[in-house]
C-alpha cells in the first residue's frame, strides 16, 4: 500500500525527522491560509497523488507571492498529473501540500528497501539525489552506497557513519546519524517494504530536512497497522482492485489483452506465463480463492472485463477444495447474464471436473474448452489473434 507525500511526512515526523512547515489542503482558500500561517516569502505548492516524477511534469511548483500561490493552487487542484509513474491519462489531483519552500544547496537520496536477494533490509543512498536519481543510477552505479542490515542486530552506528563519510556529510556527521537511525526505525516499526526520502536536502543554512518522502507498505501487515490502513486513499488505486478486494478475490490489473481466471496464486502466475509463451500478455492477474462460489467466478468475470483492453478470457481451475461444477455453473451465468461477446476459453481439471464440463457443454453457448493449461493457454492467444485479425 502507497501513501501520500504529506502522510509519509507526518510519520516522519512523529519520529523527529525534520520536514518543511506546511500542511496538505483541498481548496485555493485554505492554500492561501496555511500560507499566511506559516510565513516567510517562499513557498512549495506540490500536487499530492501517488507517484513520483511529479517535479518533471509540473506537479511542484514555487511560488513567490500570495498570488502566485493561489493560481498555482488552483490550476492544480483539480487537474490532472500525468508523470513518468502513472502513464498518459495522469491522476487527477485532489489535495496539494502548501509549504514553506527550502532554500537548497544539495539534494541526497536515501532509502531503504527489503532486498530479496540478501533478504534484509538494506539502505541505499547517493549524493547526487533529486528528480534525476533513476538515470544517474542507471549511468554511474558506483555513486549508489549500501549497507545492509544484519535483522538480528539493526542498523549500527558505524554504518550510519559510513554512508555519512560517502555522501560528504562528515560535518554535519550526528544530525544525518539521528535522521537515519530514525528512519530505519520508523521502517521497522511501520512494517515497510520500501521508504524514500528524495531529496533529503542540506539547506544554505546547513540544516538537513527531508523534502519529499515515498513509503510502500507490506499489504500482509496492514491488519496490525491500524493508523497506517486508515491512510489508504482508494482514489489513487485501480478501481477494479478495490471491487475486486470487496469480493474476496485477488486481482491486479496489467497491460496485455488476455483476461485470466484461475484459482491459487501460483497456477495464476504459471497461467500467465504460459499465454506469454503461446505470444500475447495477461490483462490481469485474478485468483478466485478456494470454494469459489458460482456468484464469485460470475463477480470474477464483471471486474475482468471491465478492462476494455481484454479481448480473450482464460478460465484455468485446477480444483481441489474448489469444485468445477460451481465453476462451470458460474461461467455459464456469467456468459448469459452479462452477455459476454469475447471468446472464452475454459480448462477445468480436479473435482467434479466431469460434472463440470457436462455444464459448460449442455448450455449451449460458444466456450470453447480445453485439457490441460498449455492447449487452454495456446487456444486463448489463438482466439485472442482471430479476434484481432
Ligand atoms: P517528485 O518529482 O515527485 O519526486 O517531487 P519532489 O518533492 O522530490 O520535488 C522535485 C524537486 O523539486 C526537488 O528535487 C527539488 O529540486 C524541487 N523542490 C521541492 N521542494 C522544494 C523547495 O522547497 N525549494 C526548492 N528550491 N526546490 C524544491
Ligand atoms: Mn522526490
Known amino acids: 500500500m502507497n501513501i501520500h507525500e504529506y502522510q509519509a511526512k507526518e510519520l516522519l515526523r512523529q519520529y523527529g525527522i525534520p520536514v518543511p512547515l506546511g500542511e496538505v489542503v483541498y481548496s485555493v482558500k485554505a492554500a492561501a491560509r496555511v500560507a499566511e500561517e506559516i510565513g516567510g516569502q517562499r513557498w512549495v505548492v506540490k500536487a499530492q497523488i501517488h507517484a513520483g516524477g511529479r517535479g518533471k511534469a509540473g506537479g511542484v511548483k514555487l511560488a513567490n507571492s500570495m498570488e502566485r500561490l493561489a493560481e498555482l493552487a488552483d490550476q492544480m487542484i483539480g487537474s490532472r498529473l500525468a508523470t513518468e509513474q502513472t502513464g498518459p491519462e495522469g491522476q487527477r489531483v485532489q489535495r496539494v501540500l502548501v509549504e514553506r519552500a527550502a532554500k537548497i544547496d544539495r539534494e541526497i537520496y536515501l532509502g531503504f528497501i527489503v532486498d530479496r536477494d540478501s533478504q534484509r533490509i538494506v539502505v541505499i543512498a547517493t549524493a547526487e539525489g533529486g528528480v534525476d536519481v533513476e538515470e544517474m543510477a542507471r549511468e554511474h552505479p558506483e555513486r549508489i552506497h549500501k549497507e545492509v542490515v544484519d535483522p538480528a542486530i539493526g542498523l549500527l552506528d558505524f554504518q550510519c557513519r559510513k554512508i555519512a563519510m560517502a555522501l560528504g556529510l562528515q560535518d554535519r556527521m550526528s544530525p544525518f546519524v539521528r535522521i537515519l537511525k530514525r528512519f530505519y526505525r520508523c521502517f521497522r516499526d511501520k512494517d515497510m517494504l520500501l521508504a524514500e526520502i528524495n531529496p533529503l536536502v542540506e539547506t544554505e543554512d546547513g540544516d538537513l530536512l527531508a523534502l519529499d518522502c515515498k513509503m510502500v507498505f507490506d499489504d500482509n501487515s496492514l491488519f496490525r497497522q491500524g493508523e497506517i490502513a486508515e491512510l489508504r486513499d482508494f482514489d489513487e ?5 478495490v471491487e475486486a478486494t470487496g469480493h474476496g478475490l485477488n486481482y491486479i490489473a496489467l ?26 500478455r495477461p490483462a490481469n492477474f485474478l485468483d478466485v480463492g478456494g470454494g469459489a462460489s458460482p456468484e464469485k467466478v460470475a463477480n470474477a468475470f464483471r471486474i475482468v472485463l471491465k478492462d476494455p483492453n481484454v479481448k ?58 480445453a485439457e490441460d493449461l498449455d492447449e487452454a493457454a495456446a487456444k486463448a492467444v489463438a482466439a485472442l489473434k482471430a479476434v484481432e485479425a
Open 312 to 369: 480473450a478470457i482464460l478460465v484455468n481451475i485446477f480444483a481441489g477444495i474448489n469444485r468445477c461444477d460451481w465453476v462451470a455453473t458460474g461461467v455459464v451465468q456469467a456468459t448469459r447474464d452479462q452477455r459476454i461477446v469475447v471468446p472464452i476459453v475454459v480448462r477445468l481439471a480436479g473435482t467434479n471436473e466431469v460434472e463440470g464440463r457436462r455444464i459448460l457443454s449442455e448450455s449451449g453457448l460458444d466456450l470453447i474448452t
Open 255 to 280: 497491460d496485455g489483452q488476455v483476461g485470466c481466471i484461475v484459482n491459487g496464486a501460483g497456477l495464476a502466475m504459471a497461467t500467465m506465463d504460459a499465454v506469454v509463451l503461446h505470444g500475447a
Open 237 to 241: 488505486e485501480d478501481p477494479k482492485e
